[in-house]
């Protein structure tokens, strides 16, 4: 299985300012004959299933604000929150869909410094 | 608007088999993927398993087995088995639809999910 491992587990970024996940996978997750990226990512609530927010590592989907972006290539990615606003509180989660297992890595609390 | 809806009984024996259904509204089961991802409380995202359109099944490894899942296309419903529960199957169980290929989806639309609890 391709293990996901994301870091920091947590951070507080202050409200307006810049908050910056690493998800880091065992293996690449780039498609050489397509030059894709198999990497999501999602924000999960309290309370709430997870949501979608970006795929082949840095399209957004429709509806997601622009302060939310995803870079990296091959094994290591970042998800930016620019501009944290008190709604983006929550867990974010990375994704591998290169192979079946899927899997996801542990999750990165967001809070309000 | 697709939604999607876990039904199942909230707690199940050790040794028995978990039985969930997932209703689906606004997109027909038989197209895309049909997944279940589990959570244990507290704990990070799970893939259990998928069944296509066509029937095509697969599940994750971690699981051995324990894992049946069908359609029923009748009511847009698909469904899952979960055999030989053990306490440390405890989780909330999602439905959710799969993007993609056979060999990985992302997840674009999710139930609400359901809170198994497993305990004599």
């Known amino acids: 299985d391709i293990v996901m491992t994301q870091s920091p587990d947590s951070l507080a970024v202050s409200l307006g300012e810049r908050a910056t996940i690493n998800c880091k996978s065992s293996?690449?997750?780039?498609?050489?004959?397509?030059?894709?990226?198999?990497l999501a990512w999602y924000q999960q609530k309290p309370g709430q299933p997870p949501k979608l927010l970006i795929h082949?590592?840095?399209t957004r989907e429709y509806g997601i604000p622009d302060r939310f972006s995803g870079s990296g290539s091959g094994t290591d990615f970042t998800l930016t929150i620019s501009n944290l606003q008190a709604e983006d509180v929550a867990v974010y989660y990375c994704?591998?869909?290169?192979?079946?297992?899927?899997?996801f890595g542990g999750g990165t609390t967001v809070e309000i410094k | 608007q697709v939604q999607l809806q876990e039904s199942g009984p909230g707690l199940v024996k050790p040794s028995e088999t978990l039985s969930l259904t997932c209703s689906v509204s606004g997109a027909s089961i038989n197209s895309d993927y049909w997944n279940w991802i589990r959570q244990p409380p507290g704990k990070g995202l799970e893939w259990i398993g998928f069944i296509s359109h066509s029937g095509i099944m697969k599940s994750n490894p971690s699981l051995r087995g324990r894992v049946t899942m069908s359609l029923d296309t009748s009511k847009n419903q698909f469904s899952l088995n979960l055999s030989s529960i053990t306490a440390a199957d405890t989780a909330m169980y999602y439905c959710?639809?799969?993007?993609?290929?056979?060999?990985?989806?992302?997840?674009?639309?999710w139930g609400q999910g359901i809170l198994i609890f497993v305990s004599s």
């Open positions: 959710a639809r799969g993007s993609g290929y056979s060999y990985g989806q992302i997840f674009d639309y």
């Open positions: 994704q591998q869909y290169f192979t079946t297992p899927v899997t």
């Open positions: 293996q690449s997750v780039l498609y050489s004959f397509n030059n894709k990226n198999y």
């Open positions: 082949w590592a840095s």
